[in-house]
């Protein structure tokens, strides 16, 4: 009778197993989910608020709509963009966001008067741009006295408040101290800053510098993780620093990681080494607090520097190196582009790489066209003004994995060769082939040419067949040389001056005769044009021609002086020898036979 009870006992009180409990929970979910569908589709219970909004996910071949697309889009515009770094130039502000922009012209900089953040006003952006592959840059006005330079954006029509854009980041960077670029290169990192005040033109002592990495803006109080490594070598603006073994390790890491460079107190030559890593808490603890005073003799400069494991500096060609590649840095000069690229193109160049230093002429468009047509040409944003030295350092290691030989050079320069135009011979291919004689050199590094400065030539107008046909007029002496380099045997340095690397040691440069190759250098057009170029240069160590600086050097127009007003008998100035070689030359191998007309005009078509 016990027993008999006990085992009534356990068949009631006996616990589910595993089995049993989840079919029963998954049939009650079922079933609640199944009444969840009928009250949606019930016409009993409609759903009229606002409020709600199902969220759909949308796979890559989407069935929805064109207009539901576009839907979704323009709501996205409905916020403010995020704006990551302000940087303060003398003429404007530039805004560094993670987003990419395709509508520019709906777009407007909004500032905040200094004591009211409720009162804004509006302006349209001067200009964007799509920069570095993973952010856009944003041109601003300055604003007026009294309005802030903490500058938001806004999308035209949509009144949101303002204050948004405002919580996570309100810092602005003065462009006269700034670390602006960065780059991986093999198991360093090299970093470009304003600011440094080292020596031009020549190496600087690296135990003055680290490189710190880190993922938050340097200028925050919680600096997150950050890891320090020292200077390997320094130059100019750029300094070159061993990567962190995490990163260095492993690459993709570090994608979007902040860099900056530490300085050492003026009174301080040698830095006090810290721990490769340093982990800097909120709490004021004690590792905290001594972190902070090691670290306090040591400044870490502010920074909108990020790395990125771009493939353009790291991935080969499958198919092997260009033979000759060409940079150039430049500024509202895209009239003159199509002739430079077509001749030298035909001259044997195969690759165009253009540092664009904020140019608001319709480069773009006519950079479009030319690659369309087969030129291999690649616009990059190079917002950073004053800074040519720096941006062909940039050009060298991005061109590197591609190109066998780099010639840097300006827009106006047109190489030239004389000997062979006096002997008939073809000229086709003729610069390709003048490097490719060296690139098997155990010694030749950089190819170096004298430049002809030539003159209005007795024009008052820009020539409509080019300046190579249109400018017959010329200074006697030659003036400085422009160089071809190997990117891959520069000093680690990536110091350049007037267009010439300082090479690795047991290379040199190659000096070769004007008698077989030179450089027309289109230097003093006519005024028209002249004043265009007038008001600012792209160099670093070069001064403005508005600048009562340096006013005899031979980066200045002799006699010049500082307003951009046309001198007397411009046109006539600088002719001391007539030649036409170059234009004898060009509609000899160029022209077509049946027109006259030369590649270049057909384009303008």
Known sequence: MESEQRLKRKRIYRPYTRAQFLSRRSLILCLSFFVFLMFLSSERFPIRTVSFHPVVSVPSLSILSKNSLQDSFHAKLRFPLSVEDRVLFPDHLLLLVSDKIDEAEKLDCVYHKVLNHKDVVRQRVLSVDEFDGFRSVVRCPLPAWNYSVAAGLMWRGHGVDYSLSLRSNRTVHSWDRLVYEAAFDGKTAVVFAKGLNLRPHKESDPNRFMCQFGLKNSDEEDEGFVVLTEAIVAAQEVVRCSLPSSIRNNPDSAQGIRVTVVLASRNDVKLVRMPSAVRFRNSRSYDYRRNRMRHKENIAMPSVAKLYNSKSYQTKRNDGKFELCACTMLWNQAPALREWIMYHTWLGVERWFIYDNNSDDGIQDVIEELDFQDYNVSRHTWPWIKTQEAGFSHCALRARNECKWVGFFDVDEFYYFPRHHRRGLPGQNLLRSLVANYSSSRMIA??????????????????????????????????????????????????????????????????????????????????????????????????????????????????????????????????????????????????DPATGCLPWEKSLL
């Open 446 to 591: 950089e190819i170096r040419t004298a430049c002809h400065s030539f003159g209005p030539s007795g024009l008052s107008s820009p020539p409509l067949q080019g300046v190579t046909v249109g400018y017959t007029c010329r200074l006697q002496s030659p003036e400085r040389h422009k160089s071809i380099v190997r990117p891959d045997l520069l000093n680690e340095t990536l110091l350049n001056v007037v267009h010439h690397f300082q090479l690795k040691k047991g290379f040199r440069y190659l000096n070769v005769p004007e008698s077989s190759i030179i450089i027309n250098h289109y230097k003093y057009q006519v005024w028209e044009t002249f004043r265009a170029k007038f008001f600012r240069r792209v160099a670093t160590y070069v001064v403005d021609w508005q600048e009562n600086q340096n006013q005899g050097s031979k980066d200045r127009a002799p006699g010049l002086g500082t307003e951009a007003i046309e001198p007397p008998n411009w046109r006539k100035q600088f002719c001391e020898v007539w030649d036409t070689g170059l234009r004898d030359f060009v509609l000899a191998n160029l022209a």
